[in-house]
């Protein structure tokens, strides 16, 4: 079941490149929107059928048994809800797509191949397995950058993303070999070095091993100071691709932290794990800060995936430091940095495609150039409003649930940071704010060319289609959690013993 959850897109992707390039975006488009309600219905089966604990569906072969690697995937509560997310954002960013792209041939047969690669990392259970998937996702997201931006900083912005995330994997793979080394037989098995424990008693190599596997992961986060290759990148890209940047491929670095470095390294974790609290405080502020300096839609939006992956790494980072008798506390700050990754997906995927839509009428993403959009285009408007309130984590949407269960946990292990972190909420309203009140109300102002006007429509069925089912579900997540959170809360308990051992 899971590999053809993994790869039925790439299977259509191959299929298509034998239909040519002129039957046009609908074609295109059409199919990889039936491969994500496929890959839709296939999760659904997995969701309903998923044990109590462990891991479920799994599959195992041999691969390369001389270096202890295997083909061994499967699902459990912390990876199904990001493969979930994987197939929603992409089906939404098909309908989206429908509206019509530039080469739509070559545009969709990439992004098909990024949604293999993406939901494979999530179901991954050997080391490096889960580092080809990470390294895909680096390709085809490179080319989609570089191929469908706007010309040579389009390419600049595609350079800088890879060289960043590439050098950031080859980091993670040095540390995937020093922590298959550390056992008493090389294996790159996940389940296995769980229960191996190696480097149960920590000292300089287990540091070492978590230094180069986080270097990895936080520059993929992106985490400050490693985020520098983000808001170029999401600039540049075309709406679908900032989309699935910050969605998904964010995430996996997010996921790394929960599946890799804390149940493999718990005794480096804990001992690290104030570290990994003052970078996600320090990613908290920085990002909300830079994020309300911004003019441009964009590169706003970008700034708050900082500060939003920023809580996350608090709660994993204070999941470390609980002590080993409140089991509730690091519960609730696991489960929640689990469903903010969710969360964030859905509600910045939203914002994305709606600074997409925005900069295709007005071809600007300055703040500045629009006003009163409230009364030109109330459909824009309304959902942009809503996904705003959602980003900073209004009560009623998944933001509020996943940052008060992050608080709470992580109150009583490390209370100056989580109050000082608690100020970044604060900012991001501010920000959000700041935003609506100069694009959606007062004059009406749309960028013009001047003596040739032309016209400003507003979100279409399709737009309307994708945006809003991402916010329905955010506000779904909002008010009924115990969805997601009776699958998350005993997979985040079982972490907790990992890294409490």
């Known amino acids: 079941m899971l590999s053809l959850i993994v790869f039925l897109p790439a299977l259509v992707a191959v299929a298509l490149c034998a239909v040519p390039a002129r039957a046009g975006t609908t074609v295109f488009a059409s199919a990889w929107l039936a491969t994500g309600l496929v890959q839709l219905g296939l999760i659904a089966g997995v969701w309903s059928g998923l044990p109590a604990s462990g891991y479920g569906f799994v599959e195992r072969y041999a691969w390369i048994p001389s270096a202890g690697v295997s083909y061994h995937l499967g699902v459990d509560g912390l990876s199904l809800p990001l493969l979930a997310l994987t197939a929603i954002v992409f089906t939404a960013t098909a309908v989206y797509t429908l509206r019509g792209t530039d080469r739509p041939k070559g545009f969709v047969l990439l992004f098909l191949a990024l949604q293999a690669v993406s939901a494979g990392l999530f179901v991954a259970l050997d080391l490096i397995l889960f580092f080809l998937f990470f390294d895909l996702s680096i390709v085809f997201m490179y080319f989609v950058i570089a191929g469908w931006g706007t010309g ?52 300089g190599y287990a540091g070492l091993t978590l230094l180069v596997i986080g270097i990895g992961l936080a520059v993929k986060t992106p985490l400050f100071p490693f985020h520098t290759w983000l808001p170029p990148a999401h600039t540049e890209a075309p709406a ?32 690290f794990a104030l570290v990994a609290v003052i970078l996600g405080v320090i990613s908290v502020l920085w990002g909300a800060l830079v994020a309300l300096a911004q003019t441009d839609l964009k590169r706003m939006i970008a ?88 980003s900073l984590g209004l009560p009623g949407f998944s933001g509020f649930i996943a940052e008060f269960q992050i608080f709470a946990g992580a109150l009583g292990a490390v209370p100056v940071a989580t109050v000082v972190a608690v100020t970044g909420v604060l900012l991001t309203a501010a920000l959000f704010l700041l935003a609506m009140g100069r694009m959606l109300s007062g004059e009406v102002r749309v960028p013009d060319t001047p003596g040739t006007p032309r016209p400003f429509p507003d979100l279409d069925v399709r737009e309307l289609l994708a945006i809003g089912a991402l916010l329905v579900l955010a506000t779904v997540l909002g008010l009924l959690p115990r969805v997601l959170l009776d699958v998350i809360e005993p997979a985040a308990r079982t972490l907790g013993e990992l890294v409490t051992r």
């Open 303 to 390: 700034y708050t995936s900082v500060n939003h992956m920023g809580y996350v790494l608090l709660g994993l980072g204070a999941a470390g430091l609980i002590t080993a008798d409140d089991e509730q506390a690091r519960q609730l700050a696991t489960a929640g940095a689990t469903y903010q990754m969710v969360s964030h997906g859905l509600i910045t995927a939203a914002l994305f495609l709606l600074a997409g839509s925005l900069h295709e009428r007005g071809h600007t993403y300055d703040m500045a150039a629009y006003g009163g959009l409230a009364t030109r285009t109330p459909r824009f408007a309304g959902l942009f409003a809503v996904a705003a309130f959602a």
């Open 152 to 203: 040579a900083p389009a390419r600049r912005a595609a350079l800088t993303f890879f060289l960043y995330t590439f050098l950031g994997s080859l980091a993670l793979l040095l540390g995937f070999i020093l922590l298959a080394l550390a056992g008493p037989q090389v294996t790159f098995d996940i389940p296995a070095l769980a229960e191996q424990n190696p480097l149960a008693d920590g000292g």
């Open 240 to 271: 679908a691709g900032s989309a699935i940047l910050a969605a998904i491929l964010l995430k996996m670095g997010t996921y790394g932290f929960v599946r890799i470095a804390m149940p493999l390294l718990p005794a480096s974790w804990r001992q």
